[in-house]
């Protein structure tokens, strides 16, 4: 089955303890991202990769990372979580980087940081 | 700069009469434009999208919406409404400046079906 798979997906940590949230996609994209979702303030995106070593920020980079060893993997790290990054994230994925290019969401990690 | 503004941040509507869920959008560039479904505690799911092709898109389980240029909406219909569409649900623009294709998202509109 074609999907975009994250892991885990609910994690309570505590502030400072680094922290790894993993992204799967079996299809051959190209181009992958990572959201944050927020109550009032709706899905910001927070990095993105066109392909495999090329990524960069989006709206809400800081105190984030990401890499893109494999195509079909982008980790999202948490080097130094902090409270204000309790929230839902989203991962996706497309095909390509076009603008008829569907992209796909992967299940969402809650986390909760103490 | 693009956006997206969902006039309703909630709707209720009776089981078997119609929906609507109306976006206006704001784009520089012929836009890119996307209804996702999110239902409580689940993902991401997309509806429909539109991409300069047919004005009246249909989509997944009875939703269809129409691009109007002249009015820069993208409303979201369903003829009737089941149960099972209740879930909040999002108007999206996709970036068309640049290499990133970035989601531009609605606040969201929570629908509601009554029985």
């Known amino acids: 089955e074609a999907q975009v798979t994250q892991n885990p997906r609910y994690l309570i940590t505590v502030t400072g303890k680094k922290l790894t949230v993993t992204c799967s996609q079996n299809?051959?994209?190209?181009?992958m991202s990572w959201y944050r979702q927020d109550p009032g303030l709706g899905l910001r995106q927070i990095y993105y990769s066109m392909n495999v070593e090329v990524t960069d920020k989006g709206d809400v980079p800081e105190g984030y990372k990401v890499s893109r060893k494999e195509k079909r993997n982008f980790p999202l790290i948490l080097e130094s979580p902090s409270p204000n990054q309790t929230s839902l994230y989203f991962c996706a994925s497309s095909l390509l980087a076009g603008i008829t290019d569907t992209q796909y969401f992967g299940p969402g990690t809650r986390l909760t940081v103490l | 700069a693009q956006s997206v503004t969902q006039l309703d941040s909630h709707v209720s509507v009776s089981e078997g009469t119609p929906v609507l869920l109306r976006c206006n959008y704001s784009s520089s560039y012929s836009p890119s434009l996307f209804w996702y479904v999110q239902h409580p505690n689940k993902g991401l799911q997309l509806l429909l999208k539109y991409t300069s092709a047919a004005t009246l898109v249909k989509g997944i389980n009875g939703f269809e919406a129409e691009f109007k240029k002249s009015e820069t909406s993208f409303h979201l219909t369903k003829p009737s409404a089941h149960m099972s569409d209740a879930a909040e649900y999002f108007c999206v623009v996709m970036n068309n400046a640049g290499n990133n294709r970035k989601l531009i998202w609605g606040l969201g509109t929570s629908l509601a079906v009554n029985p």
């Open positions: 299809m051959n994209h190209e181009y």
